[in-house]
């Protein structure tokens, strides 16, 4: 079996190499590819990748900045590989033979699909997200094209808790240098948008579930089609949380209007709405539309002027 290691990195020169440094020297298996996923505007990352002796299994790769970072990470499905590891620029891997380990855990599914998780990097998520191969196929990607940060690894969660198919490897991040998200704005939107999708992560599930590569005899099928609502009920929870720090980020960030990229994102979700919202409740539709896509006219305003 083979490992491949995706880590997508921006503006951090110095720590991305100390990051891979640590994280390759605990890999044991020649095999394993680390790919660092690179924009081609962040020089001073180039030039410090370039000059560090990295290990012979690393791979940089340089290309335009895309609108999202699901789309570097995404980039490493060009390579063969069992599982992929997604990795960032600002926690290494720090157990010894944690590529081993990955792999060890990914044997556990009977048809090769699922997740491995690592030990927790906070109350709701583990510091090692490594969907298989078979996984990333059902899906079409690593992780979800739509957000412009966060969110995705807990879509794709999501995907892996609706159809049970989660293996722990006992392997770690090091969390003590993990930075603030980058150009994070406007949280509490997406969190709401990603809670109006949940029907669209259920379908995804539900066909996976019912398809004859997923290897489960019929009684664990029905009950897995049969548990969304509780997956659904914590990542609404989780989300409530990101909703109410959403002020304070907003308050963060005033005086730093987006980016030509965070527009294309988010203009992307709102097209996508109607969409999202076409197979729900009546009532459920109208209280996610007013969220997500708030009026642009005030009816009925008197004016304050003659």
């Not at 590989?81 to 044997?107: M, R």
Request: include cysteine.
């Amino acid at each position: 079996m083979k490992l491949c290691i995706t880590l997508a990195t921006r503006s951090r020169p110095q720590q991305v190499v100390e990051t891979i440094t640590k994280s390759t020297a605990n890999l044991v298996l020649d095999n394993t590819v680390f790919m660092v996923q690179v924009d081609d505007d962040d020089k001073a990352t180039i030039e410090a990748l370039h000059a560090a002796p990295l290990d012979s299994r690393v791979q940089v790769h340089v290309h335009p900045r895309p609108d999202t970072i699901a789309s570097k990470w995404n980039r490493a499905l060009i390579t063969s590989a069992d599982v992929y590891l997604v990795a960032a620029d600002d926690d290494p891997y720090i157990t010894p033979g944690y590529d081993k380990k990955v792999l060890d855990a990914a044997t556990l599914f009977p048809d090769g699909i699922g997740m491995v998780y690592g030990r927790m990097a906070n109350a709701s998520f583990s510091g090692a997200v490594c969907p298989t191969a078979k996984f990333c196929e059902a899906l079409g990607h690593i992780f979800p094209e739509y957000f412009p940060y966060w969110f995705v690894d807990h879509w794709t969660d999501d995907v892996a808790r609706l159809i049970g198919r989660i293996s722990f490897a006992d392997i770690a991040t090091d969390q003590s240098k993990a930075g603030r998200t980058q150009e994070m704005r406007e949280p509490g939107w997406w969190a709401t948008w990603f809670d109006a999708a949940y029907l669209m992560r259920r379908r995804i599930a539900q066909k996976i579930i019912i398809g004859d590569d997923f290897q489960e005899c019929a009684l664990t099928k029905q009950r897995l089609l049969h548990q969304a609502p509780l997956i659904e009920y914590r990542s609404k929870w989780i989300n409530d949380n990101v909703r109410a720090m959403s002020p304070q980020v907003e308050w963060s960030m005033r005086g730093n209007p987006p980016d030509e990229r965070y527009l294309r994102i988010k203009q992307r979700a709102i097209d996508i709405v109607p969409d999202l919202l076409a197979d729900l409740e009546p009532a459920e539709a109208h209280k996610y539309r007013t969220l997500l896509t708030p009026p642009t006219k005030v009816v009925g305003l008197q004016r304050a002027w003659a």
